[in-house]
């Protein structure tokens, strides 16, 4: 009778260890085959200090912090410094026991937007993205835009939508509306003076010439606006 309670518990030990492991995230090193994908952004294989993704974990998935996150490469473009790698993660849904569906997506963090912008989300309604961070609902922080036809293609969150919505210019519009044709599904997150940005992607396509720079571009773009539109519109904050 012990020895099975033992074995038991045992079990249950080992599952809880087991779980513990899957919700740290998994950070990946500079891979030498890179090499092709950085020349291509204009940068460098692996992350800008052994720190940095300890530093950014929360925010290295777009719906958990527990991914695998591999293939850094980062640099300067337009003047902002950017990481970009690749990025997995898994998602267990309550209602379907024992179902797991995996993500890959191409990630950018855009380094060095003002710290005093609100948190934003925007995602792309044509991504069927979960609107969550570890399960977490956003739902309560949507805010509209006021431009209808831009609503039915992208919806917005933030816990300051006040501040949040009047960096939707005519402009960063534009440049959403340009992203959304070329890369597809976006997600964006504004948080902590760092834009991050991905798109699902099963294989890596950093590397395709110099489409990815152009996108790497239209971020930093993006970036600049939401400083300009945010020191216009909230200068008490500066």
């Known amino acids: 009778m012990w020895v099975i309670v033992g074995i038991v518990l045992a079990a249950f030990i080992l599952i809880a260890v087991v779980s513990s492991l899957d919700k740290k995230p998994s950070i990946g090193q500079a ?34 912090d527990n991914g695998r996150h591999t293939n850094p490469i980062h640099g300067t473009v ?9 990025t997995q993660w898994s998602f267990h849904p309550s209602s379907s026991p024992g179902v797991i569906f995996s993500y890959h997506a191409d990630a950018v963090a855009i380094v060095g937007i003002s710290q005093n912008l609100p948190d934003l989300e925007i995602i792309s309604a044509h991504g069927d993205w979960r609107v969550t961070l570890n399960e977490r609902s956003f739902d309560d922080r949507k805010f509209t835009s006021g431009d209808a036809d831009f609503d ?37 997150r504004v948080h902590g003076g760092v834009l991050h940005a991905w798109f699902k992607a099963k294989e890596d396509v950093r590397s395709q010439d110099q489409a990815y720079l152009r996108y790497l571009q239209a971020l930093s773009v993006l970036a600049r606006i939401l400083n300009a539109a945010a020191h216009e519109h909230q200068p008490n904050r500066y």
């Open 78 to 86: 337009s003047g902002f410094h950017f990481v970009s790698y690749r």
């Open 152 to 188: 039915t293609q992208w919806s917005f969150y933030s816990g300051d939508a006040g501040h949040a919505k009047p960096l939707l210019t005519a402009q960063a519009k534009e440049v959403l509306t340009v992203l959304d044709q070329t890369v597809g599904a976006l997600r964006i």
């Open 31 to 64: 891979d030498p085959r890179d090499s092709a994908t950085a020349a291509a952004a204009g940068g460098q294989i692996g992350w800008p200090t052994p720190q940095w993704p300890d530093q950014h974990k929360a925010n290295l998935g777009p719906e958990a």
